[in-house]
């Protein structure tokens, strides 16, 4: 129910279904009179939730410090066992391949300590996140495109039934309970997501070193005139998946989740 909920809800979470919603109260004659105001209220959506400063600013706020090291040669904390959360992957059924989103470096960043056999077990969680149309279940097709890049399949163990983060963590656990892993594991998602994970890791038991990838926030803060002055839909669509985090992290914690 709380899987199926948070997917209805979705909507609610994205600053063009407010304007849209705002759009078609404007159209209802009782609400004629505001029009203007509810014009205004559009023009501030636009220009704070895209403001490309002011959400930049909120990422760093939010997403974690990166895990810096002088050592050239060591680019991923060193750790024998890597768990990648899911996220970061689709599949293109018209030409019977997978497809990486912008999450991708999930994947890729520990990819390289996976092939040199720096990390000689990995954990994929993720099954389907769709609540009707079930065809791609992430953890399976990622762990094929690993054994296509010559990865042992007995180093790769999947969770194919977690649809959420709280559940990829119950079922981690329940993985390296059957492997007696007592280490701390390497645990690697994207850094907006990292608070959420880290506290759902934390109430299933599991000892991890936070490995955050793929940031939303840049640190170099080299804005110009335009970041100012100019709202950008990049800037709204980042704010969209910010509060989608924020709102989960409130949502997990008000149901016990964490």
């Given amino acids: 129910m709380f899987f199926i909920l948070s997917k209805i809800t979705s909507f609610l979470f994205k600053p063009l279904s407010w304007v849209l919603l705002l759009l078609l109260l404007s159209l209802l004659p009782r609400f004629?009179?505001?029009?203007?105001?509810?014009?205004?209220?559009?023009?501030?959506?636009?220009?704070?939730?895209?403001?490309?400063?002011?959400?930049?600013?909120?990422?760093?706020?939010?997403?974690?410090?990166?895990?810096?090291?002088?050592?050239?040669?060591?680019?991923?904390?060193?750790?024998?066992?890597?768990?990648?959360?899911?996220?970061?992957?689709?599949?293109?059924?018209?030409?019977?391949?997978?497809?990486?989103?912008?999450?991708?470096?999930?994947?890729?960043?520990?990819?390289?300590?996976?092939?040199?056999?720096?990390?000689?077990?990995?954990?994929?969680?993720?099954?389907?996140?769709?609540?009707?149309?079930?065809?791609?279940?992430?953890?399976?097709?990622?762990?094929?495109?690993?054994?296509?890049?010559?990865?042992?399949?007995?180093?790769?163990?999947?969770?194919?039934?977690?649809?959420?983060?709280?559940?990829?963590?119950?079922e981690t656990k329940k993985i390296l309970d059957s492997l007696k892993i007592t280490e701390p594991v390497l645990l690697v998602t994207s850094a907006f997501h990292m608070p959420r994970s880290k506290a759902c890791y934390d109430k299933a038991g599991v000892k991890y070193i936070a490995y955050p990838v793929h940031y939303l926030g840049n640190a170099t803060r080299d804005y110009n005139l335009e970041a100012w002055l100019i709202p950008s839909l990049g800037a709204m669509d980042t704010f969209q998946t910010l509060l989608r985090e924020m709102v989960g992290m409130i949502s997990y914690k008000i149901t016990g989740k964490i």
């Fill in 32 to 170: 004629a009179s505001k029009r203007r105001k509810i014009a205004l209220m559009i023009l501030g959506i636009f220009y704070l939730t895209g403001h490309s400063v002011l959400i930049n600013e909120l990422c760093l706020l939010w997403e974690p410090v990166p895990f810096v090291t002088q050592d050239s040669s060591l680019r991923v904390p060193p750790a024998k066992v890597c768990v990648i959360l899911g996220g970061y992957s689709g599949f293109d059924h018209s030409r019977n391949r997978v497809g990486f989103t912008e999450a991708s470096e999930r994947l890729f960043y520990p990819l390289q300590n996976i092939l040199n056999h720096r990390i000689d077990t990995v954990i994929l969680t993720g099954g389907s996140a769709s609540v009707v149309m079930k065809k791609y279940y992430e953890s399976t097709h990622i762990a094929a495109y690993l054994r296509d890049f010559g990865v042992n399949p007995n180093r790769i163990f999947i969770d194919a039934k977690s649809r959420n983060t709280f559940e990829n963590a119950v």
